[in-house]
């Protein structure tokens, strides 16, 4: 079972590009890599999923480099609507095994 | 298209009570899943079904248990209650099992006094 590591918070500023880190050095061949995003008291939602190489959707873009061993989540333009936490998770694309959510990464916009 | 329901969205319960918590998945969705989130232990998840049928089952102990019916509505119940039971309890609904696009509901927010 791959064990995603991400930053346990992070600050930046209305305007600024923000970029979210996750490590995930045991990915098997057949995971994927997927970021949700949760606000106080709701369920996460889900952003955006990848194999390899980048994915971009109309909210974030990923970037996953050749080894597959990291993933980073980034984040055009962040606004203060921005400000919640992001879930690094690694699935098997068979659905042997169900998501996994680790800590993750508490992202404070500020104005 | 409806989003995932949860009911009741809030609850009160004594410890030693049982409690229903309910789950209407997304129309088509034929899968749910079922997560405990605490501010200690984080998003754990609970079980997930399919075709009425649990999948996989998170490390809880059996007071917790869930169900599918053939509508695909899923409910989860706690018995014998403990105040470390206390917690946001997520339901999340995807087309299929294993599905990295699952849609969460609004939570049931229950309080064990």
């Known amino acids: 079972l791959a064990k995603t590591t991400q930053p346990i918070s992070m600050d930046s500023y209305e305007g600024q590009e923000v970029n979210i880190t996750c490590s995930h050095n045991?990915?098997?061949?057949?995971?994927?890599i997927t970021w949700y995003q949760q606000f106080p008291s709701q369920g996460p939602r889900f952003i955006i999923q990848?194999?390899?190489t980048k994915v971009t959707n109309e909210v974030a873009s990923l970037f996953i480099p050749a080894d597959r061993k990291s993933s980073t989540l980034s984040l055009p333009r962040v606004s203060l609507s921005d400000t919640a936490v992001y879930y690094c998770?690694?699935?098997?694309?068979?659905?042997?095994?169900?998501?996994?959510f680790g800590s993750g990464t508490r992202l404070q916009v500020q104005p | 298209k409806a989003g995932v329901t949860q009911t009741p969205r809030y609850l009160i319960k004594t410890r030693g009570q049982q409690v229903t918590l309910s789950c209407s998945p997304i129309s088509g969705h034929r899968s749910v899943s079922w997560y405990q989130q605490t501010p200690g232990q984080g998003l754990q998840f609970l079980f997930e079904?399919?075709?009425?049928?649990?999948?996989n089952k998170g490390n809880f102990p059996g007071r917790f248990s869930g169900r599918q019916f053939s509508n695909s509505r899923s409910e989860m119940n706690v018995s014998t209650l403990e105040l470390g039971d206390s917690a946001l309890y997520l339901c999340a609904s995807s087309l299929a099992p294993g599905r990295a696009e699952q849609y969460f509901g609004p939570g049931t927010r229950l309080t064990v006094t």
């Open positions: 045991n990915i098997a061949t057949n995971d994927y």
């Open positions: 998770l690694v699935g098997d694309s068979a659905g042997r095994r169900a998501l996994t």
């Open positions: 990848g194999y390899k």
């Open positions: 079904y399919f075709s009425e049928t649990q999948r």
